[in-house]
């Protein structure tokens, strides 16, 4: 049981490059999110699912896109990088639908560098 | 939004010193959980405790939500509890869902 798996687990960007950050997880879990964490910031959600084609922007939303059309499946796409974006980014999922009232899980991250 | 203020921010501790870790929040929230982020990173869910006790192993927490703190205890701590322990509260965030807020964090340090 693999839980919630991310690739890459580090990238360098060029500033303007886009690129897309994977995350799967096979516990069948219908909410599933992205977290960035950075120094003095917390984590801080980016955009998250409730369910297979539904999305929603979180509280940092700007410059990410998320699609969800599989239940495993929720990749994180930067469309134009910026070196805002340094951080380390977090997958998360959890079985309840949206109150996450059930644990959250997390990947173990992707350490994303912009130059 | 809702504040998460976790207190000491750092504890530096010997193995075998017992820790409390405290949570408190300024509004209710659906549910509450503990996470551990260990020095790789790597971030563990503890609890999910919307209320009461729970125990597991060495660890254990309360959450008290009606007066809006939680507290999670370490016993005999070992140098593989070191890393930086988070709480989260999920408080509603739009009509279809509720969302995370997490505490800035306590760093544990455990010395041999």
């Known amino acids: 049981n693999a839980g919630v798996t991310q690739t890459p687990k580090f990238q360098v960007l060029k500033t303007g490059q886009s690129m897309t950050l994977q995350c799967a997880q096979d516990?069948?879990?219908?909410?599933m999110s992205w977290y960035r964490q950075d120094p003095g910031m917390g984590l801080r959600l980016i955009h998250y699912?409730?369910?297979?084609?539904?999305?929603d922007q979180g509280e940092v939303p700007n410059g990410y896109n998320v699609s969800r059309s599989t239940t495993e499946d929720f990749p994180l796409r930067l469309l134009s990088a910026a070196p805002s974006q340094t951080s380390v980014y977090f997958c998360?999922?959890?079985?309840?639908?949206?109150?996450?009232?059930?644990?959250?899980?997390f990947g173990n991250g992707t350490r994303l560098t912009v130059t | 939004g809702i504040q998460v203020e976790q207190s000491p921010p750092d504890l530096i501790l010997q193995e075998g010193a017992n820790s409390t870790l405290r949570c408190n929040f300024s509004?209710?929230?659906?549910?509450l959980q503990w996470f551990h982020q260990n020095p790789w990173g790597q971030l563990i869910n503890l609890f999910y405790?919307?209320?009461g006790t729970k125990q597991n192993g060495r660890l254990s927490a309360t959450t008290v939500a009606t007066e809006r703190y939680s507290l999670l205890y370490i016993s005999s701590s070992q140098t593989t509890d070191s890393g930086v322990y988070f709480c989260?509260?999920?408080?509603?965030?739009?009509?279809?869902?509720?969302?995370?807020?997490f505490g800035t964090g306590t760093r544990l340090q455990v010395t041999l």
């Open positions: 516990m069948n879990h219908e909410y």
């Open positions: 989260a509260v999920a408080t509603p965030f739009t009509g279809t869902a509720s969302k995370l807020t």
């Open positions: 998360a999922s959890s079985r309840d639908g949206g109150s996450v009232g059930s644990p959250l899980h």
């Open positions: 699912s409730v369910g297979a084609g539904i999305t």
């Open positions: 509004d209710s929230v659906n549910n």
């Open positions: 405790i919307p209320s």
